[in-house]
């Protein structure tokens, strides 16, 4: 597969980061699972380590009205002490959500999924403004401006790689939220040369 191809111009984020600015087309070949709440075989096996979530995002969270009685973990152990300075997130510096009985502290007790998704969308909300942006493009990510996919999708560690459409599929209309329908066009034509 080719490498890094550049952007014809940058897309920043609604929330004004992070900007993207190339993309790896190993987005256009490598495969999961992508329909989580129909898979029956992991366990939500990727929330075993929490996720990055921006600092303004983890205010928003705590503040949400009747999220701790659902998490059943004080609000206080939900998030990591110390921010880590990191521009690429639009407030400026991430927090990491805790780890709680081997998974995301915010993994639904006894069912699957997430806690702040399922809330927002029984109450209404948009989960954008609250659920972390890594979580919600997962298995994509960024990093210093270039879009690709996660490292436990190119190891193999990801339970589900290699199965269902590729993760570009999986992950387009978030990034047509967060980024826009220009960026999503552009990944479009790429993706077209990248196979032809």
């Known amino acids: 597969m080719s490498g890094v191809v550049s952007l014809s111009r940058p ?27 129909e898979c029956t075989f992991c366990g939500d096996d990727c929330c075993s380590f929490g996720v990055d979530i921006d600092t303004g995002e983890a205010a928003r969270v705590a503040a949400l009205p009747g999220l701790a009685e659902i998490v059943g973990v004080p609000p206080s152990e939900w998030f990591t002490d110390t921010p880590v300075a990191d521009p690429e997130f639009p407030s400026g510096a991430f927090l990491r959500t805790r780890v709680h009985n081997g998974h995301c502290v915010f993994q639904v007790r006894g069912a699957r999924g997430c806690a702040i998704h399922s809330h927002c ?17 997962f298995p994509l990510t960024f990093e ?21 459409p590729v993760i570009y599929d999986g992950a387009r209309e978030e990034l047509a939220y967060y980024f826009g329908a220009g960026l999503v066009t552009e990944l479009d034509s790429i993706r077209l040369l990248a196979h032809s």
């Open 11 to 37: 897309y920043t984020c609604i929330f004004g980061a992070p900007t993207l600015t190339a993309v790896h087309p190993q987005i256009f070949a490598l495969r999961y699972f992508t329909r989580c709440m």
């Open 144 to 164: 210093q401006g270039l879009l690709l996919a996660s490292d436990e999708v190119i190891d193999g560690d990801l339970i589900c790689s290699g199965q269902g």
């Open 121 to 137: 969308l029984d109450r209404g909300l948009d989960f954008h403004l609250y659920k972390p942006m890594v979580s919600t493009l």
